[in-house]
């Protein structure tokens, strides 16, 4: 039989059937997942991608994918080597989203929200809201499945670029005098212009808030909608949506009242004029207080990575953090940003390397290997063996 070779648009579902890289897509595998791992059995993202960016979705694999690829422990082998003798081998655990250690660094990352300090906008105990105002708001920018397919939501429509060219006839380039002559030619991949997906829509809705409102501190996160069951109507599962905490520097807003669902709200005509800035529904809660709004994101960020111990955080239940982070995983996507500002409340230590202490050594990265090809418990996060190892 003649198999007409596929063109670079042709869905291997097309090909294969309903089904891809996944269940049934080979056959000859007694376990389908054999199809997502490498040679040593490590799932593999690049394969994971291959797999399910074809066909439809099945959100049950994928969670199951990024389970596999998230407990399996990884680690970096250093050989330290002095005169030409290994004197000891450092092994240290990598993160990955998820994992103890990526928390770990998470709450590093996020350890400046303690030092902002407490401010209060208004008294939320207060039953006369009169001449309560705010600086804080709590954003919720959602999304209609219907203005594009799901991997486009997440990773947009990118094209193909070259560095410092600016025009894009090949035969009359016309070259760009800012780019650094080393870098001219080099390709890479942008996003086109009016893209649909979600870190396009964000940036166009934030600058156009910044246009009309003037300076603004933003704790921004990317969340997956949820499973709904199956009832024939089109949901948004899978679906990015926005969540995010605006400080405005340069603006207020009148706290006009409190919902049934105790949430403080802002005046009609306020909240239309910021939603009208985004295609698809948009909440907006006032917030009281910077801790209040802050500690809300953190506990958030702790439960979407895995931390089982963190309970009852609004909106979020851990199989809904769970397709959260294995879809971030897959689409290979930053869930949270923070913009600059935040930090400059707060002055850092500087910490201080003594390179003294590495004379006479040089540093040989072994590579990268499993608890398992280690053979060390995969709760290890870093360990010295002082002889050397092989
Ligand atoms: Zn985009
Ligand atoms: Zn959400």
């Given at each position: 039989m003649v198999v007409s070779y596929p063109s670079p648009g042709t869905f291997?579902?097309?090909?294969?059937?309903?089904?891809?890289?996944?269940?049934?897509?080979?056959?000859?595998?007694?376990?389908?997942?054999?199809?997502?791992?490498?040679?040593?059995?490590?799932?593999?993202?690049?394969?994971?991608?291959?797999?399910?960016?074809?066909?439809?979705?099945?959100?049950?694999?994928?969670?199951?994918?990024?389970?596999?690829?998230?407990?399996?422990?990884?680690?970096?082998?250093?050989?330290?080597?002095?005169?030409?003798?290994?004197?000891?081998?450092?092994?240290?655990?990598?993160?990955?989203?998820?994992?103890?250690?990526?928390?770990?660094?998470?709450?590093?990352?996020?350890?400046?929200?303690?030092?902002?300090?407490?401010?209060?906008?208004?008294?939320?105990?207060?039953?006369?809201?009169?001449?309560?105002?705010?600086?804080?708001?709590?954003?919720?920018?959602?999304?209609?499945?219907?203005?594009?397919?799901?991997?486009?939501?997440?990773?947009?429509?990118?094209?193909?670029?070259?560095?410092?060219?600016?025009?894009?006839?090949?035969?009359?380039?016309?070259?760009?005098?800012?780019?650094?002559?080393?870098?001219?030619?080099?390709?890479?991949?942008?996003?086109?212009?009016?893209?649909?997906?979600?870190?396009?829509?964000?940036?166009?809705?934030?600058?156009?808030?910044?246009?009309?409102?003037?300076?603004?501190?933003?704790?921004?996160?990317?969340?997956?909608?949820?499973?709904?069951?199956?009832?024939?109507?089109v949901h948004a599962d899978g679906y990015p949506h926005v969540h995010a905490v605006l400080l405005f520097e340069d603006h207020d807003f009148t706290v006009s009242y409190r919902d049934p669902h105790k949430h403080f709200r802002i005046l009609r005509a306020e909240k239309d004029k910021i939603s009208n800035l985004w295609d698809s529904h948009v909440d907006i809660e006032a917030c009281y207080s910077v801790q209040g709004a802050m500690g809300y994101i953190k506990k958030y960020l702790f439960k979407t990575y895995g931390d089982s111990t963190v309970e009852n955080v609004h909106r979020v239940d851990s199989d809904k953090a769970e397709l959260t982070v294995s879809l971030l995983w897959l689409f290979r996507k930053q869930s949270f940003a923070v913009s600059g500002g935040w930090s400059d409340l707060i002055t850092y230590g500087v910490i201080q390397t003594d390179f003294g202490d590495f004379d006479g050594l040089t540093f040989e990265w072994v590579g990268v290997f499993t608890a398992v090809e280690l053979n060390i418990d995969p709760n290890t996060w870093c360990a010295v063996d002082p002889g050397g190892g092989s």
């Open positions: 291997l579902s097309s090909i294969y059937g309903d089904t891809t890289g996944r269940r049934g897509f080979d056959p000859y595998l007694a376990d389908w997942s054999d199809s997502i791992k490498d040679d040593r059995g490590r799932v593999r993202l690049h394969k994971a991608r291959c797999a399910f960016l074809q066909g439809s979705f099945d959100f049950d694999d994928i969670k199951h994918s990024y389970r596999m690829w998230v407990n399996c422990a990884e680690y970096g082998k250093i050989n330290v080597i002095k005169d030409g003798v290994v004197i000891e081998t450092i092994i240290s655990k990598l993160p990955k989203r998820g994992n103890d250690i990526y928390r770990w660094k998470m709450k590093k990352r996020l350890g400046f929200l303690e030092s902002l300090g407490d401010s209060y906008f208004f008294d939320p105990k207060d039953r006369n809201l009169h001449g309560a105002k705010t600086q804080m708001l709590f954003i919720t920018l959602t999304w209609d499945p219907k203005t594009c397919d799901l991997e486009t939501a997440w990773s947009g429509l990118k094209t193909d670029k070259i560095k410092g060219l600016l025009n894009t006839d090949p035969y009359n380039p016309l070259f760009s005098k800012r780019c650094k002559p080393e870098n001219v030619g080099d390709h890479y991949q942008s996003h086109v212009k009016g893209c649909p997906c979600v870190s396009c829509r964000w940036n166009r809705w934030i600058t156009a808030m910044r246009k009309r409102y003037g300076r603004i501190k933003v704790f921004r996160n990317f969340e997956a909608f949820g499973e709904k069951p199956q009832d024939g109507k």
